[in-house]
């Protein structure tokens, strides 16, 4: 069972940049065996999806309001996936979570992924 473990949230100014890392701290198959999505949630909103990785870093997807941007990645020898945030608004304020599935080849944002870590808090403000 994966042990997913987010970093790199906290405090930025609009237009500045943030790069979030998600990693499997307790798996026995390791993150490269999951397609991994990032998903957030603000302070009275519904939770919503940011964007997703295949299994071998060939497929991505992006939500709308993050597409441009942010981007993201995936090192499987080090067991890690990132978003990279730049152009950060203060309506990308949320709680950022990272969540796997076992799906290999593509991703989508509207699976219902397994696997979730705690989260990681990101705020932007002047």
């Known amino acids: 069972q994966l042990q997913l473990v987010e970093s790199g949230g906290g405090l930025v100014q609009p237009g500045g940049s943030l790069r979030l890392s998600c990693v499997d701290s307790g798996g026995t198959l390791g993150l490269g065996y999951y397609t991994i999505g990032w998903f957030r949630q603000a302070p009275g909103k519904e939770r919503e999806a940011v964007s997703c990785?295949?299994?071998?870093?060939?497929?991505?997807n992006f939500a709308d309001s993050v597409r441009g941007r942010f981007t993201i990645s995936r090192d499987n020898a080090k067991n890690t996936v990132y978003l990279q945030m730049n152009s950060l608004k203060p309506e990308d304020t949320a709680i950022y979570f990272c969540?796997?599935?076992?799906?290999?080849?593509?991703?989508?944002?509207?699976?219902?992924?397994?696997?979730w870590g705690q989260g990681t808090q990101v705020t932007v403000s002047s």
């Open positions: 969540a796997a599935i076992a799906i290999p080849f593509s991703c989508s944002l509207s699976w219902n992924y397994t696997y």
């Open positions: 990785i295949s299994r071998g870093g060939g497929r991505t």
